[in-house]
Nanobody, 114 residues
Framework: QVQLVESGGGLVQAGGSLRLSCDAS????????MAWYRQAPGKEREWVAD??????RYADAVKGRFTVSRGKARRTLYLQMNNLQPEDTAVFYC?????????WGEGTQVTVSS
């Protein structure tokens, strides 16, 4: 089954931290790259972070607060989110880019209270 599964979302107070994980099923192969996106209520989905080659890349809004990492097999993507703010409230989605198309996860809700 072609599947991306995100986990780690939840409710946290401003200034708190969460760590998201995304696991790709073995049927998603080959994976060219993976990325994190998010969609806040009433807004379009936006790119958050990924790797350009071996270098992590971040949207300006999260730079310095979020850290993206990946597992050795590069089938798992993580997002460590520190100093979360209410404007970070969104559904966070994982994306796997393959030679035959893009695969999206179902998303995990992150809610930051003030």
């Amino acid at each position: 089954q072609v599947q991306l599964v995100e986990s780690g979302g939840g409710l946290v107070q401003a200034g708190g931290s969460l760590r998201l994980s995304c696991d790709a099923s073995k049927s998603i192969t080959p994976i060219n790259s993976m990325a994190w996106y998010r969609q806040a209520p009433g807004k379009e989905r936006e790119w958050v972070a990924d790797f350009g080659g071996n270098e992590p890349r971040y949207a300006d809004a999260v730079k310095g607060r979020f850290t993206v990492s990946r597992g050795k097999a590069r089938r798992t993507l993580y997002l460590q989110m520190n100093n979360l703010q209410p404007e970070d409230t969104a559904v966070f989605y994982c994306l796997a880019r393959t030679s035959w198309g893009n695969v999206w996860g179902e998303g995990t809700q992150v809610t930051v209270s003030s």
